[in-house]
C-alpha cells in the first residue's frame, strides 16, 4: 500500500459501511482519488465517505447538478461527523468571516473604507475621517450576520417579518428606510426584466416564501437556495440593501441545511452579477447553482484541510 493511502478494508472500517460499498463507490468514480489495484483500490487516507444517493432519490435533481451535490454532500456529512456545534462561528474566526463578508458589499456600495478600516470598525473602532453613515452600514451588516447564526440554531421558519427585520439592521440608522418596502418602480442594471411595480412586492414575497417552503420536499437544498436568492432579488423589495439581506438570507439557509458559511470575494462579484443577468433574461438557473455550490464546496475543503493540516484554518 503505497504511503498517503489506505486500503477497502481500511476506508469501509472508517466510514462505516461494508468492503463491497467501497468498491462500489470506487468503481462509480464516486471516490476522489482512489486508483485501482487489481481487483481492489487504494484510496486516499483522507478521502471523504460520499453521500449516499439514496437519500436524495426523492428529490428532482437535474442530471447536471446530481454528482456535484453527491460530492459536496459527502464533505458536509464528513465534516459535520468531525465538527461539534455544526456551523456556528465565533471568536477570530467569525471576525474574520464578518470582514471578508462586509466589505465586498459596501465596496459594492461605494464606500470609501478600506479592509482595514472596515474590520477595525467591525471591532467596534472608529475609523477617522470617515462618515458616519459608513460606520453604521458596516456595523449593520455585523449585526444582521450575528442574528443569522441565532436563527441558524432555532426553528423560526423565513417570513415577512423576519425578512423585514433583517433589513432594518441592514439599514442601521435609516429609520425612514429600513424595514420599509420600496415606494418606487426600479429598474434591474444589466436586464430589461422590470421587477414588480411596489404594490406588488408584498404579494410576491409572499409567494415567492410559500414557493420555496413547498419545494423543500422536491428539489436540493443547493438547487433551491440560489433559487431562492434570485428570486428575492428579482423582486427587490426595497430601495436600498437588498444584496446585503439576500446574501444573509442566503447563509441563513445554507447554514439550516448544514452548508457552511459563504461570502462573495471581490473578483467573483463579476461573476455574481453575470449570474444574476443569465437567470433574469434566460431563466437559466445553472450559473447561480454552480457559483453558490463552488462557494459552499471552497469552504468544506477548506474545513477538511483544516482536519489534517491546521495551519489551513489560518485561511478560512
Not at 435533481?61 to 464528513?78: N, Q, S, T, Y
Not at 433583517?166 to 435609516?174: C, I, N, P, T
Not at 418602480?185 to 404579494?203: C, I, K, Y
Not at 419545494?215 to 423582486?235: G, N, S, T
Amino acid at each position: 500500500m503505497r504511503q498517503g493511502y489506505m486500503s477497502v478494508k481500511e476506508a469501509a472500517k472508517r466510514w462505516g459501511i461494508s468492503d463491497r460499498r467501497v468498491r462500489l463507490l470506487c468503481s462509480s468514480g464516486k471516490v476522489e482519488g482512489a486508483v485501482r489495484d487489481g481487483r481492489s483500490y487504494e484510496i486516499p487516507e483522507h478521502a471523504v465517505k460520499p453521500a449516499d444517493g439514496r437519500a436524495v432519490r426523492q428529490k428532482d435533481i437535474p442530471e447536471e447538478f446530481r454528482k456535484v451535490f453527491l460530492r459536496i454532500d459527502g464533505k458536509r456529512d464528513e465534516l459535520l461527523r468531525r465538527r461539534e456545534g455544526g456551523w456556528v462561528l465565533s471568536g477570530e474566526l467569525w471576525e474574520k468571516f464578518l470582514l471578508e463578508l462586509a466589505w465586498p458589499l459596501v465596496r459594492r456600495g461605494g464606500s470609501s473604507l478600506t479592509p482595514e478600516e472596515t474590520g477595525q470598525i467591525l471591532k467596534g473602532v472608529p475609523a477617522a475621517g470617515k462618515p458616519l453613515a459608513e460606520h453604521l452600514e458596516v456595523l449593520g451588516i455585523r449585526e444582521a450576520a450575528d442574528w443569522i447564526q441565532e436563527l441558524a440554531a432555532g426553528q423560526e421558519e423565513l417570513s415577512e417579518a423576519l425578512i423585514l427585520r433583517l433589513h432594518a439592521m441592514v439599514l442601521m440608522g435609516r429609520r425612514k428606510e429600513g424595514g420599509l418596502y420600496r415606494s418606487r418602480a426600479v429598474r434591474l442594471s444589466g436586464t430589461d426584466n422590470e421587477p414588480p411595480q411596489p404594490f406588488m412586492v408584498p404579494v410576491m414575497l409572499d409567494w415567492l416564501l410559500k414557493e420555496y417552503e413547498e419545494k423543500k420536499k422536491k428539489l436540493h437544498a443547493l438547487e433551491l437556495i440560489p433559487r431562492l436568492h434570485m428570486d428575492f432579488e428579482w423582486v427587490h423589495p426595497f430601495e436600498d440593501g437588498n444584496t446585503r439581506v439576500g446574501w444573509m438570507l442566503m447563509n441563513l439557509e445554507l447554514m439550516r441545511a448544514g452548508y457552511p458559511l459563504v461570502r462573495l470575494s471581490e473578483g467573483s462579484l463579476e461573476d455574481y452579477y453575470r449570474a444574476l443577468g443569465q437567470y433574469y433574461e434566460k431563466s437559466n438557473e445553472a450559473p447561480m447553482i454552480y457559483l453558490v455550490t463552488g462557494l459552499v464546496e471552497e469552504s468544506l475543503d477548506q474545513w477538511l484541510r483544516c482536519f489534517t493540516e491546521p495551519a489551513a484554518c489560518s485561511n478560512l
